[in-house]
């Protein structure tokens, strides 16, 4: 296996797609209860059905439930179904993360799981990624059904219906009963539409993301009542944080690269972060330094007043005054979330994802 890794690498091409008729390769994978599960623990099966997925990935995200469902209808005909993550972590940007709260690491795939209350084994690859190298796996979801003697009957998707609602993995169930039924699957072979596959070696575009965002201008304007009181009207058509921090703020300063992660997972979305400045406005040149410093190339502001006062009135009057504070604004100025003291990021970003405005799917 090191000698294919090192091919791969060495050539930067994905793996061939495993062949119909191709005995299952072998694994032994780390899952989301803490166990290893090996291939040979599916000799029962009659049929057995691997897919590979990935938290991130909104088309993957859209066939979660058709992948439980699919567990849940043949567990009884005796057919194993098991999910394995072979995405690179390392390998994914934050730009890649707009349709989630989640990345693919596998701390991440165990609160996925609990969320969703997989019914199947949910294992990972994504370190070594020797087990979808075996297998090929083009994008995710990507689905191979094996029959009892571990034969390769049909690889490629679970239908051809992405959004949730609109298809029953027909493909992918269709297979599996030609399989069970003891015929060869029409078709054994289809396209795979989804996330491409997050290879440890294929980071070139990451790397060129981080630089892009690192040389990216940040800037830091003032702001007055009346423009505090506009900005919580949000007369835009984004979904918008609004974070008040100051330098001298130690909870404001730690928590902020989260918001700077957020910014970044969802940019490209129907979303906006905005950053306020409770500093003195004396201390402006020392907020800005902070602010490049953590490459805040969102819109920020610093109150120009040094009655500070007139600030907690101007956004929230039950504001009792401590710092940070949060607020996330719809479109129209409803506020549909208010936090004095720190945020959790992850709620927060699920809190993002799950709004109207943004969404799990394309």
């Keep these: 296996m090191a000698t294919l890794i ?35 623990e599916y000799t029962a ?38 999910v394995i993550s072979s995405n690179n972590p390392p390998a994914l940007n934050l730009a890649e993360l707009g349709y989630t709260e989640f990345g693919d690491t596998y701390d991440e795939m165990i609160i996925r799981a609990k969320d969703k209350s997989f019914n199947f084994p949910y294992l990972y690859d994504g370190d070594d990624q020797k087990v979808a190298l075996a ?3 083009v994008a995710t979801p990507h689905a191979f059904v094996f029959d009892k003697d571990r034969k390769l009957q049909y690889t490629g998707r679970l239908d051809q219906h992405e959004k949730p609602g609109t298809g029953n993995g027909e493909d992918l169930r269709n297979a599996i009963d030609a399989v069970l039924a003891g015929r060869k699957p029409e078709p054994a072979t289809t396209k795979v539409f989804g996330c491409s596959m997050k290879w440890s070696w294929k980071n070139e575009y990451t790397e060129k993301l981080l630089k892009e965002w690192a040389a990216m201008p940040v800037s830091l304007n003032e702001i007055d009542v009346a423009g505090v009181q506009e900005l919580l009207k949000n007369k835009g058509d984004k979904l918008r ?34 950053s306020i400045s409770a500093d003195k406005i004396a201390s402006k040149e020392k907020a800005l330094k902070f602010l490049k410093l953590k490459q ?43 936090q004095q003291g720190p945020i959790d990021p992850l709620k927060m970003k699920k809190r993002i994802v799950e709004n109207a405005l943004i969404g799990r799917y394309y």
């Design 135 to 137: 297998y090929g796996p």
């Design 296 to 338: 805040a190339a969102n819109t920020n502001y610093i109150f120009n007043k040094d009655n500070i006062y007139d600030l907690i009135e101007a956004v929230d009057p039950k504001w009792q005054g401590a710092l940070p504070y949060t607020v996330l604004v719809e479109p129209g100025g409803k506020i549909i979330y208010s």
């Design 6 to 40: 090192q091919a791969q690498e060495s050539h930067h091409d994905d793996p061939p797609t495993l062949a119909i008729g191709a005995a299952a390769p072998d694994f032994n994978l780390k899952g989301i209860d803490g166990k290893f599960h090996a291939l040979q």
């Design 45 to 82: 099966a009659k049929a057995l059905v691997i897919v590979f997925n990935a938290n991130h990935c909104p088309t993957a995200q859209a066939y979660e439930d058709r992948i439980m469902a699919i567990t849940r209808d043949y567990k009884s005909k005796g057919v194993d179904v098991v």
């Design 241 to 274: 944080l609004i974070n008040i921090w100051a330098t001298w703020c130690g909870p404001c300063v730690q928590e902020f690269p989260d918001f700077i992660t957020i910014d970044r997972m969802y940019r490209g979305r129907d979303f906006e972060f905005i």
